[in-house]
């Protein structure tokens, strides 16, 4: 009987002990009262602020400190506008520490979505991109996002020495490259393919590139090199005709 009595007695203890937990838990001084919003990086913020939050979270986040989902609330903050990146922790007694990274966006995709550093599309206002610099345009179907971006890098980078800006990048269905430079010039790279072709390509460019100026007798605004061993150029009307053959660096 007192094996009995002792059972029925914690049980009654942790009832009360449970009901008072979720009273307690439930009281205003527990309602959350601010949310803090913290950079990832050490730039801080450049497109999230306050008031874009507010909008977009507005109704959007319930609970209390003990009762909010923080997955929840990662989910939200995720859907805000130029958020690549969310952590989310409480704060005793009532705020939330929403520590944000942002996208940086390189260019704007045919579609009117951003393509950001990491290779992702994001949808955001492309005027607000500016800031950041330039946007080079990319075209092409998106699921070549993150291939583009590595050649538009591969590509920026060897052809360096010539002093060439690129400004736009195009893929094809087939994966077949096309870039333009800020002086108007279209370089037809064509396929990877064997694998390492479109470097090969982008060396004989630059190899080439200043003998076909001279020429030519200025700069041509476009270069096919889509040849096995040598490319073809079309130039400015009233220019001097020629062409060039290069042997594959």
Do not use: C
Not at 48 to 77: M, Q, Y
Not at 171 to 189: C, H, I, K, N, Y
């Amino acid at each position: 009987m007192n094996g009995i009595a002792r059972a029925l007695l914690a049980a009654a203890v942790l009832i009360g002990l449970t009901g008072g937990a979720a009273w307690l838990a439930h009281r205003p001084w527990f309602d959350l009262k601010r949310i803090e919003l913290r950079s990832a990086g050490e730039t801080g913020l450049r497109h999230v602020s306050a008031p874009v939050v507010r909008a977009a979270t507005a109704g959007r986040i319930s609970g209390n400190f003990f009762t909010v989902r923080l997955d929840e609330v990662r989910r939200v903050f995720e859907g805000v506008p130029w958020v690549a990146r969310v952590s989310v922790r409480r704060v005793w007694p009532n705020r939330l520490r929403v520590t944000v990274a942002e996208h940086r966006a390189v260019g704007l995709w045919s579609d009117g979505r951003l393509l950001a550093s990491d290779g992702r599309l994001f949808v955001a206002n492309p005027a607000e991109a500016e800031v950041e610099g330039m946007l080079v345009q990319f075209d092409g179907p998106p699921q070549y996002a993150a291939e583009a971006l590595r050649r538009y890098r591969s590509f920026s980078e060897l052809l360096m020495p010539l002093g060439l800006t690129i400004t736009a990048v195009d893929v094809s269905d087939r994966l077949s490259w096309t870039v333009s430079t800020a002086s108007g010039q279209r370089f037809e790279m064509g396929r990877d393919e064997p694998a390492g072709r479109l470097d090969q390509r982008t060396r004989l460019l630059v190899a080439s590139y200043r003998s076909v100026v001279e020429r030519m007798g200025e700069a041509p605004t476009r270069i096919d090199l889509r040849y096995e061993n040598g490319l073809a150029v079309v130039a400015k009307a009233g220019a001097r005709p020629g062409s060039a053959r290069a042997k594959k660096p």
